[in-house]
């Protein structure tokens, strides 16, 4: 079985300004990471995802996550965030293989205020 | 290329009701997941359909049911509701056996028990 454990809730922060989402996870298997957002009113849209290799992941809208196994975690990070970045933010485990189902956290509210 | 699609958009039901919620998957797509998304909660899955039928399932009672079609659509059925059944639902699709497992998301439905 896995978890996932985002600490935070909400984070405000001021347009321009660098942005990290904490992601820390719990696992027994060998796992998938994954970050999607969700903007008002809609579905979920995969931001990027860690199968294997370099640790260091890049995605869509500039944010980049890295997964670090030996602290079980896999931060979202961001430079330089826009008014329009501010939507929720999932981060999600899955184990390895096809098929297997998607366990997410309870989501960080990003609110980019100018 | 439609992405996945998922009707009605909203639905507004009384306690003990029956509800029908619809699913079609990405093309090329043959797996159905279906998640239930509580206000201000992460996405919990609910259950999963290939080859029409349930793979996988989630800590959701009997009254939460499915069925996959042979054009690998899908239904979510509950039963006799529950105010706290009152949530988004969202359905997925991926591609069994591929090792990436990524998932598409549908828009979802909004569910109102009243």
């Known amino acids: 079985a896995q978890s996932v454990t985002q600490l935070d809730s909400q984070v405000p922060v001021f347009e321009e300004a660098p942005v990290e989402l904490r992601c820390n996870y719990s696992?027994?298997?060998?796992?998938?990471l994954f970050w999607y957002v969700q903007y008002p009113n809609q579905g979920l849209q995969l931001l990027l995802k860690y199968l294997s290799g370099s640790t260091l992941v890049k995605g869509i809208n500039g944010f980049e996550a890295e997964f670090n196994k030996s602290q079980t975690s896999f931060h979202l990070r961001k430079p330089s965030v826009h008014i329009s970045d501010t939507a929720e933010y999932f981060c999600?485990?899955?184990?390895?293989?096809?098929?297997?189902?998607?366990?997410f956290g309870t989501g960080t509210q990003l609110k980019v205020e100018l | 290329d439609a992405g996945v699609t998922q009707s009605p958009t909203h639905l507004i039901k009384t306690r003990g009701q029956q509800v029908t919620l619809r699913c079609s998957p990405k093309s090329g797509h043959d797996t159905v997941s279906w998640y239930q998304q509580a206000l201000g909660q992460g996405p919990q899955f609910i259950f999963q359909y290939y080859e029409e039928e349930e793979r996988q399932r989630g800590n959701f009672p009997d009254r939460f049911s499915g069925h996959q079609f042979p054009n690998y659509s899908s239904e979510l059925n509950v039963n006799a509701l529950l105010l706290g059944d009152s949530a988004l639902y969202l359905c997925?699709?991926?591609?069994?056996?591929?090792?990436?497992?990524?998932?598409?998301f549908g828009p979802g439905t909004r569910l109102t028990v009243l």
């Open positions: 999600a485990v899955s184990g390895q293989g096809g098929g297997n189902k998607l366990t």
């Open positions: 997925a699709s991926s591609l069994w056996g591929t090792i990436n497992n990524e998932q598409f």
């Open positions: 696992s027994s298997v060998s796992v998938y």
